[in-house]
């Protein structure tokens, strides 16, 4: 079984891997070229602890979109995570508050994210309701939840030790710059080498094929689901103890920038295409980005233009690609 | 060659970049027009034009004056360290006034469907007066209006309704108020001829771009060589103001030496990542926030003035104002109101009952609210 699903994904792939191949490098390049570029107008740009807080400020977005890759290799979307981070973070903060030990509280959240997107999955996979239908009703809920329960009252004094993010590792390694570089490898490896991995890329770029291979697609997108519930509890966390207060609110438009990261790291929007790596180094742009339009003193206005732009052209790309490769 | 693209729009956004002109208000103000304040306590405001009383006044209101009265305090929503302030502050009026007995009910949430049902049953179970905090200002009108020809008083404090659908509405600080408090704060705390820059919400959020434009133009009044560099964005958002006042401080370095917060999620984000920066004392962080999320940098020492208004004394003032309608001694036309402890309260724009200079909460006095 397994060996029939592998050898009926790899013919195509291998060509496709070229092209992904360029998507990444494309984006290191531009990562790169970018930082050069506002370091010769601005030096200070390049200043290591510059460099490290665009990094350490944006990690939670690139451990999320690591997630809704997956969400979008398997041909599924996922708008309700920027909401689900909120609640995860609003939990793992009250727990922390009111006394229970600082590991249940972290590990609380990864649980919850979990639950919650599983149950998503089990939806959207079994009773068949299109993922962007069942991810907007999640929204809402999560939304509306979470102001109803915490009427929108902060959470404040935070105990010390619950401050995941400020950990640093060997002294200058930021823990959430660590996590999100691990997360990247070992997801991206998992993807690209196990069998259910490739399953992902199987059910999300051709499920009939992938059911022939007998592949389990319903079980694949639930995997899938609960994998990035549990990555939605890993970047809730990020989020969480960065500062020193919760809001206690869904932080706005989260779920579109971390969609954005996925898209623009060419996570193909029509499925089975696309890796973490691009993701990931998409976040990185994205958020280099942000804070080189402050440093040139371009008006605020152009960061929102520029990551539509972002978009327009990587989706227009995708798209004239496969057509070429539909045509060839 | 997608990213190409990319550059391309990015580089051309670069050299469009902005040349500021000198006169030019700051980014993020509006364009309205402005009435800076006095710069030193002493001298005299300039006047702004006098209004006509623009209220409502209820019919045929059984006369009360000096009789006990029974008021009901309806609040956006009750259950909050800011609402629960305002209602302590009207209990310490009705105890101080002796003829006064005041209930705080609500909304759990701040609904005005809910805020409305409230307020109706209160109007059919019979109050003397109505205390409010809108949540939308016009949709509560009808429903004020209701109370008023009932004979009901009505009195706003916090949030506003249209004007003529209550009485008097008190009003915590006005624009060119928290700007003067935010800009004397900043000169005294960076010093009078460094550099600062703003974190807003957007460029053009109503309340954010009024406040921004008074502060400039009380700044250009009061406080001339205060330099200002820039204004971002960060909307309401936590991690996005983080992320914005660390690029600010890795941006101006050394020539950075305040920053402003304009939102209450701005406010404690700059303070964290002055803290994170350990520029603490070397970039003064000024802003509007509530109490309990600046405690942690208040404690350290690393923000010394948090800007707002003290709702406990909102909640007081808005008490004596209603005791004072039902009296009689505070007509269309008053100039002023006495508020006990307080002191005189002026009338503003009509019928607006200004609550007084900001409140500046301190290392001394922020372990006394809970909000």
Redesign the interface.
């Given at each position: 079984m397994t060996t029939a699903t592998l050898a009926g994904a790899e013919a195509n792939p291998r060509r496709r891997l070229k092209v992904l191949a360029s998507q990444e490098a494309l984006l290191a390049i531009a990562v790169i070229g970018l930082a050069i570029a506002v370091g010769l107008y601005n030096p200070r740009f390049l200043a290591a602890r510059n460099l490290s807080d665009v990094l350490l400020g944006n990690a939670y977005i690139a451990v999320a979109a690591v997630g809704m890759s997956m969400v979008i290799v398997s041909g599924n979307i996922d708008i309700s995570v920027g909401a689900l981070i909120g609640v995860l973070a609003t939990i793992s903060g009250t727990l922390a508050v009111n006394g229970a030990p600082i590991v249940v509280a972290w590990l609380a959240a990864l649980v919850a994210g979990v639950l919650v997107m599983a149950l998503q999955g089990v939806i959207i996979a079994y009773l068949r309701i299109p993922a962007i239908v069942v991810t907007l009703g999640m929204l809402s809920i999560l939304k509306g939840g979470l102001i109803s329960v915490t009427g929108g009252k902060w959470i404040t004094d935070l105990p010390h030790s619950f401050h995941l993010a400020d950990i640093e590792l060997f002294g200058v390694l930021p823990f959430p710059v660590f996590l999100m570089i691990v997360v990247t490898i070992l997801a991206a490896l998992w993807m690209r080498y196990s069998a259910s991995g490739r399953a992902i890329y199987a059910v999300g770029g051709n499920a009939e094929a992938a059911r022939l291979c007998g592949i389990s697609q319903p079980r694949t997108i639930v995997m899938v689901f609960a994998l990035h519930g549990f990555f939605a509890g890993a970047a809730a966390l990020l989020y969480a103890t960065q500062l020193r207060v919760i809001q206690s609110t869904v932080p706005p438009n989260l779920e579109l920038t971390i969609i954005t990261a996925s898209v623009v790291g060419g996570v193909s929007i029509l499925g089975g295409v696309g890796t973490v790596i691009g993701s990931t180094l998409a976040a990185v742009l994205i958020a280099e980005i942000a804070s080189a339009l402050v440093f040139t003193d371009v008006s605020p206005y152009w960061i929102r233009a520029v990551q539509g732009v972002l978009i327009l052209v990587t989706v227009i790309a995708d798209i004239l690609r496969r057509r070429r490769m539909a045509g060839a | 060659?997608?990213?190409g693209?990319?550059?391309a729009?990015?580089?051309a956004?670069?050299l469009?970049?902005?040349a500021s002109a000198a006169d030019k208000r700051w980014?993020g103000a509006d364009d309205l027009p402005v009435n800076p304040l006095a710069c030193s306590a002493g001298e005299a405001n300039a006047a702004p034009a006098a209004k006509p009383y623009d209220g409502g006044k209820p019919t045929n209101a059984t006369d009360k004056a000096s009789k006990p009265i029974t008021l009901v305090d309806v609040p956006k929503?009750i259950?909050?360290?800011y609402f629960n302030a305002t209602s302590k502050g009207m209990q310490e009026a009705a105890k101080a006034l002796g003829n006064v007995t005041v209930k705080t009910d609500g909304p759990?949430?701040?609904k005005i469907d809910e805020q409305i049902k409230f307020i109706d049953n209160y109007i059919t179970s019979g109050v003397d007066g109505i205390l409010f905090a809108a949540n939308d200002p016009v949709a509560i009108a009808p429903v004020l209006k209701k109370a008023l020809s009932k004979g009901i008083h009505v009195v706003g404090y916090d949030a506003n309704s249209t004007p003529d659908a209550r009485e008097w509405f008190v009003n915590q600080a006005e624009f060119n108020g928290i700007a003067k408090a935010m800009i004397d704060s900043m000169a005294k705390e960076a010093g009078e001829d460094k550099s600062f820059a703003i974190v807003t919400s957007t460029?053009t959020t109503p309340n954010q771009a009024r406040w921004i434009a008074e502060m400039w133009a009380y700044a250009q009044k009061c406080h001339p060589k205060l330099k200002w560099l820039?204004t971002?964005?960060a909307?309401?958002?936590?991690?996005l103001s983080?992320?914005?006042a660390?690029?600010?401080i890795?941006?101006h370095?050394d020539k950075l030496a305040g920053l402003f917060g304009m939102t209450s999620?701005a406010t404690?984000?700059s303070a964290?990542a002055v803290t994170k920066?350990k520029l603490c004392g070397k970039v003064a962080v000024v802003g509007l926030a509530?109490p309990?999320?600046m405690?942690?940098?208040v404690n350290a020492d690393c923000v010394k003035s948090v800007v707002l208004w003290n709702p406990v004394d909102l909640g007081y003032a808005a008490t004596y104002v209603m005791r004072a309608v039902v009296d009689g001694s505070l007509k269309p036309g008053a100039t002023s109101v006495d508020a006990g402890k307080l002191g005189k309260l002026n009338v503003v724009n009509g019928s607006e009952i200004l609550l007084g200079s900001p409140f500046i909460f301190t290392k001394q006095n922020i372990k006394d609210f809970d909000f």
């Open positions: - | 060659m997608k990213l693209l990319a550059f729009f990015l580089s956004t670069l469009a970049g902005t980014d929503l259950g909050i360290g759990t949430e701040a460029f820039e971002v964005e909307q309401e958002d936590n991690n983080f992320n914005q660390t690029t600010l890795n941006k370095g999620v404690p984000a964290e920066a509530t309990n999320a405690k942690p940098y």
